[in-house]
């Protein structure tokens, strides 16, 4: 999106809180009754109204009153003074001029989004034949009088998309969801600042991008008219967080355990401050990690068999010893290793019990012990498949070699069982 059209859309969503703030002139408020004055603040709290305004509206108002009142002292019945009422849009009709007139009534029903356009129209560069046909369409849509909102919004699509251009539409996708669009990225960029990401001098650029993100998202997936059902949106508001979210947002997400895809890279990222990664690292696994995703999503967009783990695998080890220096990686395979490492060591005690292997023996020190040799042996197969090298052959045989003798029995049995088994089925033949 052009940053001119983002800076637009921002200045969009400001202007509603102005308007909320809206003050009535202090003429107006010594020149007529409270009721009046409640009833013109109405309108100025929805739309900039200039005193003469204002002033026009409280006249009228005035003037209705006293012919209300007129009718009531001879004799008319109340249903029938409701005709110098009328409802607020043929009440300021004369008042208002046109696209101030579409600002109050969409004000009134943010849901209608023939009065966005209209509202819009500057922004939008309607040409007056479109206009005349939005306008044509509200008309319509007032008396069909549909309530529903997700109706309102199906029936307001079908009709604009066949009214404005396509470089119209989605102006008028992201004027709907620019508002909303705030917020969100309001809410990111209050996260983001917590955990302290982004330099005070790229601040503005960032919360930028965030916000074009946000915006694009929202405006493309129009949820409000659920423009695509629940799988689809699912699947296309993946995608588009993978081609596009900003890599702070990726980065804050992986940090605070929020939504990500697990793999070598967003592991680094989530021990960064163990791994002491510098600003470049951080982006290069940031940029690979966006990569392996992608790349795994087009693969089952193709054939979702197609199972390439071995491929993402070595897509993973090639990268990561690139980025990493020695002492990271070891770090960062230690990380990674440590909670499965303590499973398998659970899992190995368990067994043991089960042979009657156990007694005579210290739970906790026995854990530790096969934990730390199960990890070491994590560690050391991560290595080699990263690089098969003669010394990672060699590290990894000399972890296999320090097996705890406990393991060793348990080794000794499974091999037994198994060729017992074996020997059985080939009986069986």
Known sequence: MKPKMIKILFLFCLSFPMVNQAQLSTKVIKSFPAHIIIKIYD????????????????????????????????????????????????????????????????????????????????????????????????????????????????????????????????????????????????????????????????????????????????SFLDSHSKKFDTKQSTEIKNLIVLEKQPPVLTRYNILSNFIYKLNLFSIAIQYEKELNLNPTQIDSLLSRYRELELMKYKDKEENQLLKKTATYTLYENKAIVTILDPKQLAILLTNKNKKNAIQIAQENWKELEQQGLTNGYDKNSQLQEFAKYNLNFLVASDRLKMNNNPINMFKKRDVELKKPELLKQLDAIKRSEKYTKVAKNQLKW
């Open 43 to 218: 309108v100025a709290s929805k739309i900039e109204l200039s005193e003469e305004n204002q002033l026009k509206i409280g006249k009228k108002l005035y003037t209705s009153d006293s012919l209300a009142n007129v009718s009531l002292a001879n004799g008319e019945s109340v249903s029938k003074i409701k005709k110098y009422y009328p409802p607020g849009k043929k009440f300021l009709i004369g008042i208002l001029k046109p696209e101030e007139l579409d600002t109050y009534l969409y004000e009134l029903d943010k849901k209608n989004r023939f009065l966005l356009a209209l509202k819009s129209s500057t922004i939008l560069h309607l040409e007056p034949q479109q206009t005349l046909e939005i306008r044509k369409q509200e008309k319509l849509l007032d008396s069909l009088k549909i309530t529903d909102y997700l109706q309102k919004h199906q029936f307001c699509n079908r009709k604009l998309d066949s009214i404005l251009s396509k470089k119209q539409y989605a102006s008028l996708m992201n004027l709907a969801y620019a508002d909303e669009s705030k917020k969100e990225t309001d809410n990111d960029w209050k996260n983001i600042q917590k955990l302290k990401l982004v330099p005070t001098k790229d601040s503005s650029r960032v919360y930028s991008q965030l916000y074009a993100y946000n915006l694009e998202k929202n």
